[in-house]
């Protein structure tokens, strides 16, 4: 591993944190990880000063208990938050699913009293692109 270089922020990208969880790992102790991974970049005196960035992904199902309080979790601890669904209404060819962005206000300490900003988008993939637009403004719709 090379050592950080001081003008540029780290950034540590767990690709999905559900592996460990189905590996047996407890909900407790992939926080705990997760915890330490935060602490090591984002902490003043940490490995990036304070300018370090974490990115996790979860994959959450609705029968998976231990899935559903590592999500928890993590949203508790994330300044932004992005969840993608396909559609509910079905197959579409023309909107492949919908994006939600959440923004916790990092200021507040605390999800109960934070400031949250939320952007709701549609979603197309193409081969090597992916198009956002608003809900309601795909080809199908117009």
Excluded at 32 to 57: D, I, N, Q, T, W
Excluded at 80 to 107: F, M, Q
Excluded at 118 to 125: E, L, M, N, S, Y
Aim: aromatic share 6%; glycine share 10%; net charge negative.
């Amino acid at each position: 591993m090379k050592e950080p270089n001081p003008d540029r922020p780290v950034c540590l990208v767990i690709d999905d944190l559900s592996v460990l969880l189905s590996l047996g790992v407890g909900v407790r102790e992939v926080g705990g990880f997760v915890h330490y991974c935060r602490e090591m970049l984002c902490s003043p005196g940490g490995l990036c000063e304070g300018e370090g960035y974490l990115v996790a992904k979860v994959f959450s199902t609705s029968d998976c208990e231990g899935e559903e309080l590592l999500r928890t979790h993590l949203l508790h601890h994330a300044h932004l938050s992005l969840r993608v669904e396909g559609l509910r209404t079905g197959y579409s060819k023309d909107v492949h699913g919908e994006l939600t962005a959440e923004w916790r206000c990092p200021e507040q300490d605390s999800v109960e009293h934070s400031r949250t900003t939320a952007k709701h988008t549609q979603f197309k993939v193409s081969d090597r692109t992916v198009q956002l637009f608003a809900k309601g403004t795909s080809k199908a719709v117009l």
